[in-house]
């Protein structure tokens, strides 16, 4: 059973920095896509970073320039380095990862990120 656990979360003031991990169980095979989520109290869960096999990466308008995604010399682990973070960056992210071709994917529990002076 695929599993995906992220870590890193935290409170953190205004114009600071925090990295996530996600490391992912279950699988021997390299996911050929992993991202990042996340989700804000009130709203819709929206995409905040992707890459995929051979690296390209996407960001979202919000958080490009700030934000990083990587993945891990271990397989299967991908992270999350944000910088300036900003009271709206407040949100609980959640790893996703899988195999675009064969449609599968799956998430992980999430991570709190809470941005507040």
């Known amino acids: 059973q695929v599993q995906l656990v992220e870590s890193g979360g935290g409170l953190v003031q205004p114009g600071g920095s925090l990295r996530l991990s996600c490391a992912a169980s279950g699988t021997i095979f390299s996911f050929n896509r992993m991202a990042w989520y996340r989700q804000a109290p009130g709203k819709e869960r929206e995409s905040v970073a992707g890459i995929i096999s051979g690296g390209s990466t996407n960001y979202s308008d919000s958080v490009k320039g700030r934000f990083t995604i990587s993945r891990g010399n271990a397989k299967n682990t991908v992270y999350l380095q944000m910088n300036s973070l900003k009271p709206e960056d407040t949100a609980v992210y959640y790893c996703?990862?899988?195999?675009?071709?064969?449609?599968?994917?799956?998430w992980g529990k999430g991570t709190l990120v809470t941005v507040s002076s």
């Open positions: 996703n990862a899988g195999w675009t071709s064969r449609g599968m994917e799956y």
